[in-house]
């Protein structure tokens, strides 16, 4: 991974240090002061030959080959203040007969060494005990398991749909998403505002923010915190603590929250010179995952710090721009799709290129890609009109859902109950109304196609916290959660 300095974006040029001795232009052009107190400690080495040992720190003997080898990886790093301050400090050299980075790859290449004997056997329990915890959640009836060779009874179901509306746009509703315990729903939409609403609650609240000046894309929620993401046309990715924002004593329903921020709330911004498409959050909460409009190139940010990596290796890009992130849930792979028609995987640890899909949906645009809860199927969908399951230790499709007719729009979800998908598509004939889908993840059959809960196409859908449950976004300016009851009616082979 290299650094990637987005425009007006955080960025390690121009800077001047705080300490006045050290400043830097550019990459090309750097140019290290030296203060007073430097000139003197020079001289009185010139003076004295190596200095004074007795002003050498306490160390040990044993531990000054190791401390010249920090020096050297501090140099090697161009932590030049640090070098200084710790080569006074010492009175050492840097080994300078070391190859760059050696400390690094020491520690790098010991970092998961036990200190017992009996190391590997350490090891190769914790796999195993990862591999239990896996299978344990494969017998999840919720989880989505083909390698189980029960059998499976085909079930035939009604279904009862009952729809309410929870945020109000003055435009097209894009985007929502829910937090992590599902129940802070949140939406964006063309009026370049983002919506959140406590669902659950008796008196319940809405709050506008109105921060962004363009279209609001998409939206996503931290992993385990109540923080708040969302991407625009602006070029801008919108950062939020939604935990300061929702604790106001003074908000009345649909206040608009822009007007108190500024004066107690700086929200944290990312600044790109491309609108942002879609974010992905790692699980572990500190890296965020973006897509830009006219870019084929995913972007990892740094959270505590906002710096932007990219990959070296341009031969690993999709050729088009992305339209989709997800990853697995404990960040070792996250795949992207795009309008090139791949699907592509990357290790979640160093973002290296794992495979490339090639023309996963026939050449068409792939739109939207989700990780199955035990990680070891993804669901994708493209503009051939068709819905696939893959599983990932293979890479083979092994369903496939849909009439295989071109369209304009195709997205779909793992549903709560994993036996079932959701899928959304817009037609390239009828440009009014969506169609909701739900197919059985097993037997590849439509369960259900749900009708006119929404007056204009469907924009997103995501789970809500129970059942088969969803929320969902619309371009008739809504964002509703969907109640879908599923009632057993009989076994048939």
Known sequence: MKEYNANNSFSLNNVISKNDNVITNNDNDSKFVKSERDKNYDENIDNNGFNNFEERKNISIDKIGFYEIVLKQLLDDNLIDSFNVLKKELNLQENKNVENDYLFNLYAKNIYKSSEPNNEKNIESLVNIESMIKRVKSFNDSVLNYDIKSENIK????YEINDHIELIHRNKCICCDTNYSHNILCSGGLDNV?????????KKKVYNIEK????VNCVKFHPFKNILFSASDDCTVQIFDLNKLLKKKKLANKVNINENIN?????????????FICLYVHPCGDFLYTSNKNENILKMYDLETLTCYISLDKNSFHTSSINSISGTSDGSIYSSVSDDGHIKFWDGHNSKLIHTQCNAHNGYSVQSVKFNKSNF???TSGLDGQTKIWDIRNFKSLFTFGNGLSCSFNKSIFMNNESFIANIIHTSNNLSSSHFYIYNSYFGNMEYNIQNIHNDQISDIVNAKDSLNVHTASYDYVCKTIKIEQKYLDDYN
């Open 155 to 158: 079930r035939l179901y009604r």
């Open 194 to 202: 983002v919506k959140i609403a406590k669902i659950y609650d008796k």
């Open 212 to 215: 962004h000046n363009g279209k």
């Open 263 to 275: 004066e107690t709330y700086k929200n944290i911004l990312i600044q790109d010179k491309n609108p």
């Open 377 to 379: 199927y993804i669901l």
